[in-house]
């Protein structure tokens, strides 16, 4: 009997050791795990998008490289020391943001980058952290919920930087700023009265964006969106594409590596914005529902250390982030099946990509931070 005891006693404690040698590093073994996991399966499904090319999985091992760097090196600050730089921060984004406009480098009909000399650098992937940040602090030391002329501040502080970037032009980033932004006010008690107010005033703000904010070929996503097959071979034919890999996955897929749809060039952007629908059709629905799963539980531990944060900033900035790393999956996989438009956010670390990588991860670092940093309360 005891025989049997003792090892499982010894496991579990090299398993409770484990843990704590992470909480000493200030690394969450949850998201730690499950990020792991993440990214392993990015990986293997960009090399099959990429039609098995080592150089470009050993880019993106590097930038996977660099965003868990980033994340370590994040999580060590204190949330007081995190708080302390929120304004500065914005204000930096703000800036750089302001520069774009004026002597950033424009890509593929958009100028959202700066050339800072080595390497470029997106100022709006940095107001991604930035804004929520800010707009924790601004409500840190106030009482919840809060007074509306505090809400118009909030909303005037994230409205801002979100036209700033809508004008680059940049849609989506614009979207998940707007996320962000909203989720803090959410999060800190806006009240349903308010809520209502701001419907009511968006619906002749839509009316004014579509006549005169958006570029021609945004307003043709919306439409391509209700109906892809108004243009199939032009503007619906990424959706129309992508909603075929996916269905023809079925339960099973066809398998790593003997996806037709991609391999073949039928699906365009597929190690980007629609690598999901890559690997729906290889790893089918089955897979599909793991991969999902996965990020469920990234998100429901998010929202958990959110709601046992010690502090009204750390509180409303990590209910925030999580829930901002669910609109950016919400949003693509929506606009892969054909359920959402379509609009540049990728698939969190399945998605071959640079910057928003790092921006991601650095936000995790802070969500590690706020778990692993906590204070003893007297009773």
């Known amino acids: 009997m005891f025989r ?101 480098d424009i ?60 004008l680059q032009p940049d849609l989506g980033t614009a979207m998940v700023l707007t996320a962000s932004g909203f ?20 619906i002749p703000t839509i009316w004014v964006m579509w006549h005169y904010g958006m570029h021609d070929y945004q307003r043709k996503r919306v439409i391509t969106f209700l109906n892809p097959e108004t243009d199939p071979l032009g503007a619906g034919y990424h959706i129309i594409q992508s909603t075929i890999a996916i269905g023809s996955g079925g339960a099973y897929g066809k398998g790593w590596l003997e996806g037709t749809q991609s391999h073949l060039d039928f699906l365009p952007e597929r190690r980007t914005d629609f690598i999901f629908a890559v690997f729906s059709e290889e790893f089918g629905f089955l897979g599909t529902m793991l991969l999902l799963i996965l990020y469920a ?43 959402l438009p379509v609009v540049g956010i990728p698939l969190p670390l399945i998605s071959f990509g640079g910057t928003s990588l790092v921006t991601i991860m650095a936000g995790f670092g802070i969500l590690m931070s706020i778990s692993t940093h906590r204070k003893l309360v007297s009773t």
Do not use: C
Not at 186 to 201: D, E, K, Q
């Open 297 to 339: 539980v990234i998100i429901g531990r998010g929202i958990m250390i959110a709601t046992q944060a010690q502090s009204t900033f750390t509180r409303l900035l990590a209910g925030s982030l999580i829930l901002t790393f669910f609109i950016y999956v919400f949003i693509n996989i929506g606009m892969v099946s054909g359920l």
């Open 4 to 104: 049997n005891v003792i090892p499982e006693f010894a496991e579990a404690n090299r398993i409770s050791t484990g843990r704590r040698i992470l909480h000493l590093l200030h690394l969450d073994f949850t998201l730690l795990i499950s990020l792991l996991l993440l990214a392993a399966i990015g990986l293997s499904v960009l090399y099959s998008a990429s039609d098995q090319s080592m150089d470009m999985i050993i880019k993106q091992a590097l930038r996977l490289l660099l965003g868990f760097v980033v994340m370590f090196l994040i999580a060590q600050l204190t949330p007081d020391t995190i708080k302390y730089w929120s304004p500065w921060l914005f204000v930096l984004g703000f800036i750089m943001l302001v520069a774009v406009l004026f002597v950033g």
């Open 107 to 166: 890509g593929k009909g958009a100028q959202r980058w700066l050339n800072l000399g080595i390497f470029s650098f997106q100022p709006s992937e940095l107001m991604k952290l930035a804004l929520p940040m800010l707009i924790a602090w601004y409500f840190a030391d106030t009482l919840l919920p809060p007074s509306f002329l505090r809400v118009v501040g909030a909303a005037l502080l994230f409205l801002v930087p979100t036209y700033l970037v809508a």
């Open 183 to 202: 989720f803090v006010l959410f999060l800190a008690g806006l009240r349903w009265r308010t809520i209502i107010i701001g419907v009511l005033l968006l």
